[in-house]
Structure formats: C-alpha cells, structure tokens
C-alpha cells in the first residue's frame, strides 16, 4: 500500500490549529487499508479535504491486474450515481446565473415533450420527484435490439431520451420521490436547451474549470483517458446471471457506454478532485448561501412527505447526530462515495474499481472521517 500525506504549506501550518498536526494519519491508513483487503477490491484510493484543502490521500493495490499497474494519486475511477450531486451543482450554478428557471415548466425549454412531462420542473427531476421510471427488466434484456442499455450507441441527448421519454410515469410529477438516473437524463436535455451547450462543454465551464478538477470529465469508452482504472467484477455476477463457468473470482467488467447517463452515472475523477469537489460544497461560497440551502435542504412532496435528497445530494445524520451530505455510486466495475461533514468542513471521497464493492461504503467512508472528526 502507498499512501500519502499532502503536507499544507508553511504558512498554514502556521495558522492551523494544532489539531491538523496531531491527527493521526496512521489510524487513517490502517482503516483504509482494511477496507481493501477484507473485500479483495483490486484497487482503492480514497481523499480526505478539511477547510478546503486536501491533506491525506490514500493508493492502495491495482488499477490494472493484467499489467499489474498500482494505483496511484492520478487514477481515474467511475463515480457511478455520485456524477448527480456534481449535476445538481451545476444546474444551480446555471440558475444562479439566469440560464435556467429551476421551478419553471421544462416545456418552456423543451416543447416538443410527451404532454406526461409538461408540467414538471427541473427541481422535481433533480430531487428524483418527476415520476420517471428507474432502470427496468428490459434494459438489461440481451435480446433486445442493441443489446443492453450499457452497450448501445448514443450518438446524442435525444437518442438517449429515447430510452424512456414516451414511457407512463410511475406517479405523478411532485407527488411522490421515486430514484431515477433517467431524470437527471431529462435533467441534461433541459440544461442543454437552456444553454445551447452541450452537457459535457457546461461541466467543464461551470464545475471542473472553476474548481481546478482537472480529472473530472465523462468516463466515454471511445476516448483515451489518462490514468483511467480497469474495472473489474466478482465471476459470481455472471456466473449468476449468464450462467457462465468462469475460473478464478474476478472478470474484466463488460463494456459500458454511458453516454444515456453523463448526468446520472458516467462521469470520471480522482479521489482527490472528487473530495476537492466535496470540500467546494459544504459551505456557501461556490454556491450562494440561498441556492446552497436549496441545494442541502430535503424537498418536500406535494403530499408533505420530506424526501431524503434536497438537488442530488443524500441529507441525513449520522449515529452520532452528526449533519452529512452524501451520494454513493454502484456500476460495473465501480463502487464509489463521496461523504461531507459540512460542521467539521470535512470531505471523503472512496473509490473502488470492483463492482459493488465495499457494500455498505457510505459506512466505510464514515470510518475514513472519524479521527477527523475530533
């Protein structure tokens, strides 16, 4: 295992609080590296921002088991689900700045729409209440034309709208929250009017630029990305579910095209721009203070039901009583997180490139933070 200490500059040191210096770092890697070894993930890297800065990162095992390539501080990992909080982010920055009405109809933006999704608002769509369907049986159907979701050619937003778009809503608009990746699609399609930009052109200009996250880009299987991880899955997956006789416990993870999803689930990055990323959110600053409350906030439902999310972001407490924003994210050969104690101005970000591992890594990230925590 490498891992690594970011040393603050000498005038920081300086201005510090002494707790910076006596937090024990050791403890930090011990559980760090637990996590690898007791779910045999292949490769892990995992960051720690506090006030801003980064100040532990940690590389553990693999990023390629066939040319036995370890992991390091510039790996790229899937973020999987968590590529909706830095959406969410990014739709709020362009209402901020005029481009966008996040309680206005999307038909304003979008006219030619199924009349199902006339009403509903970016809002809705961002904390999962615009009634679309999640993921179904028949995306995941090999005999269907194109083969599965994952594996399809989406040259643009609309063939990507295609999927979904013309589909009854499981409830409607604002009445109920329902989790959805093909939301934050429509979500993209609304923002891409909006603007006249492209998704992709409106993360670089409002998000990765702006924060320095140079890693952060979409996980596209046509393009070469620097330092991106292979991904891998447990053989039982397939075993399982194709009925396949494997040998050995991990397979190369099938080829995913993400393009449906940038918004959603198909973004890459550093654990360390992820946690920078994080550290960005747990204050206003990046955000103004109202659209951050908005953003941090849990929505409510036409029914008065609190739901868990406020725009993209997980709202909750911890055992200890402990504010936390999160999102984690599950993909073939990913299993990622990103936590932030907005109280303490701490950020983790975890990554893995074994598909659903560590199961419960929300907890693991919250064992990460703790002798951060005081």
Same mark, same amino acid.
């Given at each position: 295992? +490498?891992?690594?200490l970011?040393l ?5 040191? /300086? ?19 637990t ?37 390091s501080?510039? %790996?790229?990992? +899937? ?35 199924p ?7 970016l ?8 009634g679309i +369907?999640?993921y179904?049986? !028949?995306?995941?159907?090999? %005999? ?6 994952d ?13 979904f ?9 604002? %009445? ?11 979500a ?8 006249g ?12 630029? $702006?924060?320095?996250?140079? !890693?952060?880009? %979409?996980?596209d299987?046509?393009?070469?990305? !620097?330092?991106r ?5 447990? /053989? ?12 050995? $416990?991990?397979v190369?993870?099938?080829?995913a ?12 990055? !550093?654990?360390?721009?992820?946690? +920078? ?6 204050? $206003? ?5 109202r659209?951050?409350?908005e ?13 868990p ?34 109280e ?6 975890l ?14 990230? /919250?064992?990460?933070a703790? $002798?951060?925590?005081?």
């Amino acid at each position: 295992m +490498r891992t690594t200490l970011i040393l603050l500059t000498a005038a920081l040191l /300086a201005a510090a609080s002494p707790s910076y210096s006596q937090i024990p770092a050791a403890e930090t890697d011990a559980v760090f590296n637990t996590i690898r070894t007791e779910n045999h993930i292949p490769g892990l890297s995992a960051a720690i921002a506090v006030d801003g800065e980064v100040i532990w990162t940690g590389e553990s095992g693999l990023a390629d088991l066939e040319n036995n390539l370890p992991v390091s501080l510039e %790996s790229r990992f +899937r973020l999987g689900s968590v590529s909706k909080v830095i959406t969410a982010t990014l739709a709020a920055r362009l209402a901020e700045s005029g481009h966008l009405d996040l309680d206005a109809p999307i038909s304003e933006y979008l006219p030619d729409l199924p009349a199902q999704h006339a009403d509903t608002t970016l809002r809705q769509l961002l904390g999962h209440q615009g009634g679309i +369907r999640h993921y179904g049986r !028949s995306d995941f159907n090999l %005999s269907a034309p194109g083969g599965l979701i994952d594996q399809r050619f989406y040259p643009d937003t609309s063939a990507a709208l295609s999927l979904f778009v013309q589909d009854d809503l499981v409830s409607a608009p604002g %009445s109920a929250y329902h989790y959805s990746t093909f939301g934050y699609t429509l979500a993209t399609a609304v923002m891409e009017a909006a603007t006249g930009a492209s998704y992709l052109d409106l993360l670089e200009t409002w998000i990765a630029g $702006p924060l320095g996250l140079d !890693s952060l880009e %979409s996980d596209d299987p046509f393009a070469l990305r !620097s330092g991106r991880v292979r991904f891998y899955d447990p /053989a039982m997956l397939y075993e399982q579910q194709l009925g396949l006789v494997l040998s050995g $416990p991990l397979v190369n993870a099938l080829p995913a095209n993400p393009a449906y999803k940038w918004a959603g689930g198909g973004l890459l990055a !550093s654990a360390a721009d992820l946690a +920078r990323f994080g550290a960005a959110m747990s204050e $206003p600053g990046f955000l103004s203070e109202r659209m951050h409350s908005e953003l941090m906030t849990p929505q409510i439902t036409a029914l008065a039901e609190v739901t868990p999310v406020g725009l993209g972001w997980n709202i909750d407490q911890d055992e200890a009583g402990r504010l936390r924003y999160h999102h984690a994210g599950l993909q073939q050969g990913t299993r990622s997180v990103l936590l932030v104690y907005p109280e303490y101005g701490v950020a983790i970000a975890l990554m893995s490139n074994l598909g659903g591992m560590p199961q419960d890594i929300l907890e693991e990230a /919250a064992g990460l933070a703790a $002798p951060w925590l005081g």
